[in-house]
């Protein structure tokens, strides 16, 4: 009975082949993160509030206003969706969208329930009455979960 045996050269060759394969799905896998970033709109200039983030299990991402400044769109990450739910099945814990310059609050969202369940690493959004045009593009807004307030992000 024979066995068959590889050389150390076929052995080194395909360690080296699933290397580059690894480096390569790697690669692609950054680039296609920072293209689902940049198709939402999100930017570098958004910041981070990990203690809000394992509370409501979202991260912001962006703010908009659109809809000829009567809305204001909020786009966030789902990183944890058993917590994250809550942000848009219960009113009483919508993020709160301060305006940090005049102190313009919104919360009214349109009833946007996305009729699935979320997933992680899902992106959603917001659509928040942008009543009097409070917030406008260039400011600075602080967005409130759960009592855990995320400061200075970007209305673009």
């Keep these: ?3 068959f045996q590889f050389s150390p050269r076929v052995v080194a060759l395909g360690a080296g082949m699933t290397l580059v394969a690894g480096a390569l799905f790697a690669t692609g896998m950054v680039n296609h993160q920072q293209e689902a970033q940049a198709a939402v709109g999100a930017t570098d200039t958004v910041p981070v509030n ?3 983030e394992a509370s409501s299990g979202i ?3 962006s703010a908009h206003v659109i809809g000829d400044g009567g809305i ?3 786009r966030y990450q789902v990183l944890d969706s058993t917590k994250a739910g809550v942000v848009e099945g219960d009113v009483n814990h919508t993020p709160k969208l301060t305006d940090v310059d005049s102190g313009s609050a919104l919360q009214d ?3 946007m329930r996305h009729g699935h369940s979320m ?5 959603y959004f917001l659509l928040y009455y942008n009543k009097s045009g409070a917030v406008k593009s260039g ?3 602080n967005v409130t979960i759960n009592g855990i307030t995320l400061n200075n992000v970007p209305v673009e």
């Excluded at 997933?119 to 992106?123: A, H, S, V």
């Design 119 to 123: 997933r992680n690493g899902g992106t």
């Design 50 to 52: 990990r203690t809000q």
């Design 59 to 61: 991260r912001v991402l």
């Design 139 to 141: 400011d600075l807004i």
């Design 1 to 3: 009975m024979s066995t």
């Design 72 to 74: 204001v769109d909020l």
């Design 109 to 111: 969202t349109a009833a």
